[in-house]
C-alpha cells in the first residue's frame, strides 16, 4: 500500500534490535530480502492497538525490507505519549510467532487435532455449501449462529457482523461480558455513558480508584494520576485486592467484595449528617434527590456501612469528608467493581454520591466509567441487507429479523434453541472457549454442532473445537480506524507489512464468501465482492465524525491521531439524555424493569456452606483475556497460573507455598499452584483469567453463567457476575 510512508533513516537503524536473533532468522526464512540489506532504510507506519482495553494506544510501527522490527507508542497521540504497555512491546512475537495460524485449515474429525492445509478456495466452498444446505433444510438460514466480540476493536472488523447479515438472518449472541452493568447504571442516571476526559485528572483535588488496577489494565491514566498528586491530590484506592495500583494509593480500602454501595452510602450519610451536600447542584440537576435523602435518613447508618464492607467508621468517615470537601473531586469505577448480582445497584450509588457532591459535570469530577462518544461511524461493513426473501425471527413487535440469545449464556441459549436448532457456529473476535462461564456447557454445545467456522490467529481452545479455521491477519497486516472507550483520540491503522502467510481480514473473507456463495446460487450473500481497503475505510467516515475530529478527510489522520473536541468534563453543558433531561436519582425506567427506582442498598451474594471461599478472577497484567500470554516473551515473564491465597486461609486447609491445589465448586475445578500473599483477604483467593499456551488452565470451569443486575437496557442482555463465584480449596 503507499499511504504517508515516511521514511525513518540512520540513527534509527539501533531499533531493529526490538527482533531477537531467533525472530530474524526466522524472517528471514520468511522474508529472503531481509537478510539482503540489514542496513536497509526503515519505513515508519502509524498504528492503532485495537484490543479491548482502555487505553486504544497510539503506535509507531518500524519496518525494514518488508519486516515489521520494532513497535513504540505514538508521540503524537496525547493520551498514550508515545509509550505502550508491556503487552504492546510483544507485537512483534505475536506477528512472526510460529505458533500463528498460517493458513485456512481443517480438522477431522472436529477435537481430534487432525488438522490438514486447505486452501482458500476450498475453505470457502466448503463453507458456502453448508450454509446453503442449512438453508434449504431448515428455510432459513436462523440454525447458523454467530459470536464475537471485542477480540479486535477495529471498525472495518465489523465485516464479520456483516457477513453474517448478508447471508440472510441468523441466531446472534447479543450482550457483552465485560461491562453491561455500569452502562445500564449510567444510562439510567444520565441517560447515557459519557465519562470525563482521563487526560482532566490532573485537575482533580481528590481521586478515587473504585475497583480499578490501572497500573496493569490503564497504564497510560497513571502519568496523570501522577501529575495531580504532584499537585496535591489525594490518592484512594478501594478494591478486595491490593492490587499494583492499590500499593502506591496514599490510601489502600479492602472492602469485602461486591459492598462498594455499602460504602458509597456511608459516605452519603455522614456526608448528610455535616451538611457537606451541594444542594444548589443536587436541586437544580436531578430528580428524586430528596427522596434518596430521606432513605439515607432511615436505613443508612455508619456503624452498618462499616459492618457490611469491612472498613472501618472512621475511614468511612475520613474519606467522605475529604471527597466532599475537596473540590473538584473524581471517582473512577472499574469493570470488575460491577461484575456481581448487585453490581449495577453499586455503580448507581456512587452515581449519586457524586451528584450530591456536585462533581459531576465539573473538570477534575465525575463519576467516570467510559465513554462512546467518539463511536459515530457509519458501521458501511456491517450494514448489509438479508438477501431477497430471506425469512427470520418474527419478533414481538411483528418484525422479521435476526434471532438474538443471551451472549452471557452462551451455551445454554445455543442448545435450548429448537425452532430451529442451532447446526452452524461462525465465530470472529471471540474465545468462548476460554472466555466463557461454564465451559463444561461450552464444550458439549460446541460437541453438538453440526459445522463449526472460527476466524482467528493462534489455535487457541476454540479452535480446537472448530471445523474450519481462517487465520485472521493482525492489524499491522490491514487498515483500518480506532477509537476508545476511555480516552477522546482517534486514530487510522495503517497496513505496515504485507498480510503474512495466507491471513485475512474480516471484510476479505466477507468478499471472498460473497463471490462462492453467489457463484454457488445467485443472489444468495449481498456482500460486496469488492473494494479497496481505502475504499472500504472512506465509507465509514461521515461529516459528523469528520466535525467531532476536525478534519475534513480521513487521510489527515495519517498525519496523526486526533482528539475528539469535546469538552472536558462530561456533562458539563448540564443536557443530560435522560426522559426527564436532568439526572435521574429516581429512575423510572429502572423501575419499568423491575429494578428498585433509587440506589439503595440490595444485599450482595452469599458464600453457600459448602462453597465458603469467593474465587476473584480478575485481568492480568501479561494478557488481555486470552490474548498475549501464549507469546514466548510472556511465557518467560509468567509461564505458569498461580492462585493467590491469604497465609490464614492457606493454613486452615494445610496448603504451603507452591503446592498444588484443586479449585472446584459442583460446576467444576482447576488444579494450580498456590501462591502465599497477603495481598487478598483471608476469605477471598485470587487466579488471574488468561489463556496458557499448552495448558488446560481455564478459570471459566468453576465460573457459572450467574446475571448480574442490570445490562439489558443498553446491550440488550444482563452481564455476567463473574465475581459472584464460590469455591472450595484442596491441597492435593
Known amino acids: 500500500m503507499n499511504i504517508s510512508r515516511r521514511q525513518f533513516i540512520g540513527a534509527t537503524a539501533a531499533t531493529a534490535a526490538g527482533t531477537s536473533l531467533f525472530s530474524f532468522r526466522m524472517l528471514t526464512k520468511l522474508n529472503p530480502a531481509a537478510a539482503a540489506d540489514t542496513n536497509a532504510e526503515f519505513q515508519q507506519f502509524r498504528n492503532v492497538c485495537p484490543r479491548n482495553c482502555y487505553d486504544t494506544c497510539g503506535q509507531i ?11 513504540q507508542g505514538d508521540p503524537k497521540h496525547g493520551y498514550t505519549n508515545g509509550k505502550l504497555c508491556v503487552k504492546g512491546y510483544t507485537y512483534t512475537r505475536r506477528v512472526y510467532s510460529p505458533d500463528r495460524i498460517k493458513y485456512p485449515m481443517k480438522q477431522t474429525p472436529r477435537g481430534s487435532g487432525n488438522w490438514t492445509r486447505i486452501s482458500w478456495d476450498e475453505a470457502m466452498e466448503t463453507i458456502a455449501k453448508k450454509i446453503l444446505a442449512i438453508k434449504k433444510r431448515y428455510g432459513s ?33 447479543l450482550g457483552t461480558p465485560c461491562w453491561p452493568a455500569g452502562i445500564d447504571a449510567q444510562t439510567y442516571d444520565f441517560g447515557t455513558l459519557y465519562s470525563n476526559d482521563p487526560e482532566d485528572m490532573v485537575n482533580a483535588k481528590y481521586l478515587i480508584l473504585w475497583g480499578q488496577n490501572a497500573a496493569w489494565t490503564a497504564i497510560h491514566s497513571v502519568p496523570f494520576i501522577a501529575q495531580a498528586r504532584q ?19 496514599d490510601l489502600y480500602i479492602q472492602i469485602k467484595p461486591s459492598t462498594d454501595g455499602a460504602l458509597a452510602l456511608g459516605m452519603a450519610r455522614h456526608i448528610l449528617d455535616n451538611n457537606w451536600v451541594d444542594w444548589d447542584y443536587a436541586h437544580a440537576n436531578s430528580v428524586g434527590f430528596d427522596e434518596w435523602i430521606d ?16 472498613v ?23 469493570y470488575g467493581m460491577q461484575r456481581h448480582t448487585n453490581g449495577g445497584q453499586n455503580v448507581r450509588i456512587i452515581d449519586a454520591l457524586g451528584v450530591m457532591t456536585g462533581n459531576v459535570g465539573k473538570s477534575g469530577g465525575g463519576v467516570n466509567y467510559g465513554h462512546l462518544e467518539t463511536w459515530g461511524f457509519n458501521y458501511n461493513a456491517m450494514a448489509n441487507p438479508a438477501p431477497q426473501g430471506s425469512k427470520g425471527f418474527v419478533g414481538a413487535d411483528g418484525k422479521t429479523g435476526d434471532r438474538n440469545i443471551n451472549m452471557n449464556n452462551f451455551a445454554h441459549d445455543v442448545l435450548a434453541q429448537q425452532d430451529p436448532p442451532v447446526k452452524m457456529l461462525w465465530l470472529a473476535c471471540r474465545n468462548p472457549g476460554a472466555q466463557d462461564p461454564d465451559t463444561t456447557a461450552i464444550e458439549k454445545m460446541f460437541a453438538s454442532m453440526e459445522f463449526v467456522v472460527t476466524v482467528d490467529s493462534f489455535f487457541n481452545k476454540t479452535v480446537e473445537m472448530s471445523d474450519i479455521v481462517l ?32 491471513s ?11 463471490k462462492k456463495m453467489n457463484a454457488l446460487e445467485a443472489g444468495s450473500c449481498t456482500f460486496p465482492t469488492n473494494g479497496t481497503p481505502e475504499e472500504w475505510l472512506a465509507k465509514e467516515f461521515n461529516p459528523a465524525i469528520y466535525k467531532l475530529l476536525g478534519i475534513s478527510d480521513w487521510k489527515e489522520l495519517l498525519d496523526g491521531p486526533r482528539k475528539a473536541k469535546m469538552p472536558a468534563a462530561s456533562w458539563s453543558d448540564g443536557q443530560f439524555r435522560t426522559p426527564s433531561k436532568k439526572i435521574e436519582i429516581h429512575s423510572d425506567t429502572a423501575q419499568k424493569n423491575g429494578l428498585p427506582p433509587l440506589p439503595v442498598w440490595v444485599e450482595e451474594m452469599k458464600a453457600p456452606d459448602k462453597y465458603p471461599i469467593r474465587l476473584i478472577t480478575p485481568h492480568p497484567q501479561h494478557a488481555l483475556h486470552s490474548q498475549f500470554q501464549n507469546l514466548d516473551w510472556m511465557m518467560a515473564a509468567n509461564p505458569e497460573p498461580l492462585l493467590e491465597i491469604h497465609p490464614n486461609l492457606a493454613s486452615q486447609y494445610g496448603i504451603g507455598e507452591s503446592d498444588v491445589v484443586r479449585v472446584f465448586n459442583d460446576l467444576g475445578s482447576i488444579t494450580l499452584k498456590a501462591h502465599l500473599t497477603r495481598t487478598t483477604s483471608p476469605d477471598v483467593i485470587v487466579s488471574y483469567e488468561s489463556w496458557y499456551k499448552n495448558s488446560n488452565y481455564n478459570v471459566n470451569y468453576t465460573v457459572k453463567a450467574i446475571p448480574s443486575d442490570m445490562g439489558k437496557q443498553a ?14 480449596i484442596q491441597k492435593i
Not at 61 to 71: A, D, I, M, P, T
Not at 231 to 249: E, H, Y
Not at 312 to 334: C, F, H, L, N
Request: charged content about 20%; glycine content about 8%.
Open 312 to 334: 472501618p467508621a472512621d475511614i468511612i468517615k475520613e474519606i467522605a469528608r475529604e471527597y466532599a470537601t475537596s473540590k473538584p473531586a473524581s471517582m473512577w469505577v472499574g
Open 471 to 502: 487465520p485472521a491477519t493482525t492489524h499491522f497486516e490491514n487498515l483500518d480506524v480506532n477509537a476508545s472507550y476511555w480516552h477522546y483520540w482517534v486514530g487510522i491503522n495503517q497496513m505496515a507489512i504485507q498480510s503474512m502467510y495466507e
Open 715 to 728: 446491550t440488550g442482555n444482563d452481564g455476567l457476575a463473574f465475581h459472584d463465584n464460590f469455591v472450595m
Open 141 to 173: 438460514t436462523l440454525p447458523i449462529c454467530f459470536d464475537k466480540y471485542s477480540g479486535n476493536f477495529g471498525i472495518l472488523h465489523y465485516g464479520a457482523d456483516g457477513t453474517m447479515s448478508s447471508i440472510g438472518y441468523t441466531t446472534r449472541a
Open 295 to 310: 432513605y439515607l435518613k432511615k436505613n443508612v447508618t455508619l456503624e452498618w456501612a462499616a459492618e457490611k464492607t469491612g
Open 231 to 249: 499537585r496535591g491530590t489525594k490518592l484512594v484506592v478501594v478494591d478486595p485486592v491490593l492490587t499494583s495500583t492499590a500499593s502506591k494509593a
Open 504 to 514: 485475512k481480514n474480516d471484510v476479505e473473507i466477507a468478499m471472498l464468501l460473497a
Open 61 to 71: 510501527s518500524f519496518v525494514q525490507n518488508g519486516v515489521l522490527k520494532k513497535v
